[in-house]
């Protein structure tokens, strides 16, 4: 079988695998670049070995996007708990999984992960400090991480309009135009 066929055949079969937790049908781009790279790596990887390989990939974009993530709020923001990237053993005992902040990672890109994350991270950060961040200087409102041209980015809903990529609101605080 030529190597095409054999990944594309590996995909189909992942539907059946308990161990892969992300919809076949809903891979984006990104996410079928990583997993042909596992593929092209490691071969036909099932259950708990592909299941290891997914959480080693997730762990290593969590812990980049966690660092993007947090240099877009302020510096000197005093969490109650300090955002880190942890493996957690038994995630509703389905298996061991990548935990941020007490939310669990579940995307396979890293720029879903980054969007997850900085999702998951501004959710916390109103809820702990009663005020939403970032927001868009120019019309005053709270923004939204979402996916653009295969980038994650932080949207503003007037317009809408991009504000920043993820990670590059300097010092935690937007340009002033
Ligand atoms: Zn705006």
């Known amino acids: 079988m030529n190597p095409d066929d054999e990944f594309a055949q590996w995909i189909s079969l992942l539907r059946e695998d308990e161990a892969f937790d992300a919809e076949v049908d809903r891979l984006g781009t990104e996410a079928i670049a990583e997993l042909r790279r596992v593929y092209a790596e490691d071969g036909l990887l099932f259950g708990d070995d592909l299941r290891r390989r997914l959480l080693a990939l997730r762990f290593a974009h969590a812990e980049h996007a966690l660092r993007l993530v947090l240099s877009d709020f302020p510096a000197t923001v005093d969490w109650a708990v300090t955002p880190t990237v942890s493996m957690n053993a038994l995630v509703y005992a389905r ?5 941020v902040h007490g939310w669990e990672v579940l995307g396979i890109g890293f720029q879903d992960t980054l969007i997850e994350i900085a999702a998951n991270i501004q959710a916390d950060y109103i809820d ?8 868009c200087s120019s019309h005053r409102l709270g923004l939204k991480p979402d996916m653009r041209n295969g980038v994650g980015v932080w949207m503003c809903g007037s317009g809408p309009h991009v504000v920043a990529r993820i990670g590059k609101i300097e010092d935690g605080r937007l340009r002033k135009r």
């Open 128 to 135: 702990e400090f009663f005020h939403v961040w970032p927001s």
């Open 95 to 99: 298996g061991p999984g990548v935990i």
